[in-house]
């Protein structure tokens, strides 16, 4: 092997096994334990060298082939899963690495194959395959969690297919000058790795602030529930501390036959045990948590709010989803009402006959973004906002239910029903 084209395979190689690593954690599940990140680091090292040794000893296909599967069979251990599964991974990246091969090879060169430009084929069969990984990528994630992906990762994808068309540019021209192939060659590998890396890690800030957002939210949620309890009970105490003096004066009132007196008087006192801030009070915690922190929101900012909340006390087993679609559905219709001069949010929460019905009707001002029966924010921060719909809808279809959404010019309503059997415990 000449000295450029040693200078163009470690780069290209080392990209390579990090492109199959990533392959393999779209199929296969990450080891939870963090022990296991220098195990799988070793099995990307081995994967490099038993595939450089090979290549660089022999150079025969079938050697290739061979320390191939057996590097990525190697690292597909360090994930969890069965055997089967592995086999199965290990066998779908390198048929579609074989197949990036070869499409490479037929439409970007030809039948005949110069060997001075077999350095850049390398390149341009990594660049198509890192392109197949970041389309399974977006397929796969997009059905487990859509929310989850960060809305910049199509603009990766213009670098290795603008890196494949200048290598096919310098093959086409028939460039002589291998220290300029070289030089092209690297110089493209640099900058797809280096962009890798750099989308890393603004993926994992993505998802950082997104689960601080979550946790900020929900800590917040705890904090008003634990404010609604302790003022509660500061309520009943006060009630029962008093309350000998109550029953003297109602005792009174029964010994002198004043009934109105008697219910005016039991009236307040039902008033002193009630807690203006809790608007619902299911016995469903975590749902009544997450409704009261909304609702509170929605009567400081509205003038007329009403809420009609009849489910099971029962805990969710979708806990998550069901406060992320109420979230979702209360913020957007909150925000809409409070543009308008009716500032109107009607909830309805009930079960009937094994269904769950979420009722939310708002006024608004009467601008709908709707194109082809999709619905895009109307908030001037596009780039932050317009994921709570389309959130709704994923959670609406993971539970197999319903969702219908009517609007006149001054109101909007979002019907929902889901299967009660598909979220609540022991129904």
Known sequence: MSMENFLIFVPTNLFRTYIHIRFLRLFLENPKEKTKHWIQFGSMVFYFLINSIGYILFHNPRVNILTNIIGL??????????????????????????????????????????????ELLGVMTAMLITVCELLAEKLIYKKKNPSFISPNWMFLL????????????????????????????????????????????MERTYLINLENELLIQTSDIYRHQLDIIMKTQDQIRSLQHDMKYHIRALLAMANSGNT????????????????????????????????????????????????????????????????????????????????TQEKMLHLKLITKKGLLYIEIENSYNGVINEEKGRFYTTKNNKANHGFGLKNVKRIVEKHNGTLDITYSEERFRINIMLYLTNIVKEL
């Open 73 to 118: 069979f190697v690292m597909s251990l360090t994930f969890l899963g069965n055997i089967r599964k592995k086999v199965l991974s290990v066998c779908i990246i390198y048929a579609l690495s074989m197949l990036c091969d070869i499409i490479v090879v037929t439409f970007c060169v030809g039948p005949v194959v110069d060997h001075s430009i077999n």
């Open 260 to 339: 109105e007196e008697m219910i005016s008087y039991l009236e307040e006192m039902e008033k002193e045990t009630e807690n203006p801030d809790q608007y619902v009070d299911s016995g469903n915690k975590e749902l009544d948590g997450n409704l009261n922190y909304l609702l509170k929101e929605a009567n400081h900012k509205l003038k007329d709010v009403s809420v009609k909340i009849v489910v099971p006390s029962r805990a969710f087993t979708s806990s998550f989803d069901i406060n992320v679609l109420l979230s979702n559905l209360l913020e957007n219709a909150i925000t809409a009402s409070e543009n």
């Open 158 to 201: 213009f670098i290795p297919l603008c890196s494949i068309g200048m290598i096919h540019l310098c093959i086409i021209n028939s460039l002589a000058d291998r220290n300029f192939i070289v030089l092209v060659g690297v110089g493209l590998l640099v900058i797809n790795i280096i962009s890798f890396f750099l989308y890393s890690a």
